[in-house]
């Protein structure tokens, strides 16, 4: 009978402690891959981006809803994380003659509120100056540290969560409750939702209401629906 060979005991030792740390490394690897936080705040700013249209809603009910273009495009990324998009809406007919321009923030939700990120509204330092923006070469527009400049007074703020797996949105929000001061058209607040769905559509729905809590201006009857041109 022959003994152990005491040679080959610490070459095996070696394989095997060797093989064990590039096991351990791969697992780990695969393991950061899989818990890479999800960055809601990019997925909803990207989700948002785009050339989207009301035309099915005005062609199905045309005593209901406008036949609108809704255009927005990057515009800057602040210190804080927070992306920033500009959004205008037309008619259709006239595109180049936008009747609302925003700017949107978008940033994570603070900890100690439940959503996944907030999208906040503001007006425009001067709004003629960002006429079409999304539609013009990137050095024809204002610049990021000029876009800082010029994000004027807050309007209203959305929290944001990501739909469940078996709904068909991606992320919904709205207002909330009580909404925010508004004083056009005789309204004393304001409220609005906001639905991205998973095909690329956007849904949102914007009104105003008086002291009384009466509607004084939105659509009454359901969201406004912008589809991307290449939907349907």
């Known amino acids: 009978m022959t003994g152990p060979n005491v040679e080959s005991a610490p070459l095996r030792n ?9 096991g351990g ?3 780990l690897r695969k393991l950061s891959k899989s818990a890479a936080p999800w960055d809601h705040s990019r997925k909803l700013a990207d989700a948002l981006i785009g050339e989207k249209f009301s035309t ?13 273009r809704l255009n927005s495009c990057p515009a800057a990324e602040l210190t804080d994380g927070s992306r920033v998009i500009y ?3 037309a008619f259709l007919r006239t595109p180049d003659k936008p009747y ?6 978008i940033k994570s939700c603070p900890k100690d509120i439940k959503c996944d990120a907030e999208v906040s509204s503001y007006a425009i330092r001067d709004p003629e100056e960002y006429r079409n923006f999304c539609d013009r070469l ?5 610049q990021p540290e000029e876009v800082a400049r010029d994000i004027a007074e807050h309007l209203t703020t959305l929290t944001m969560s990501r739909c469940g ?3 068909q949105c991606f992320y919904k929000g709205s207002t909330t409750p009580g909404g925010f001061p508004n004083y056009w058209n005789g309204a004393t607040t304001c409220t609005s939702d906001l639905v991205i769905l998973k095909d690329g559509a956007i849904q949102c729905w914007d009104r105003g209401y008086d002291e009384h809590g009466i509607q004084v201006w939105g659509v009454r009857k359901g969201p406004y629906e912008f589809k991307p041109a290449t939907s349907g």
Do not use: M
């Open 14 to 22: 070696v394989l095997l402690t060797s093989l064990g740390l590039l």
């Open 25 to 27: 490394a791969l697992l």
């Open 56 to 68: 099915e809603q005005a062609t199905q009910d045309p005593e209901t809803y406008f036949n609108l």
């Open 87 to 89: 959004v205008e809406q």
């Open 100 to 105: 609302r321009q925003r700017f949107l923030k």
């Open 138 to 142: 990137q050095n024809q527009r204002p």
């Open 165 to 167: 797996k078996d709904e």
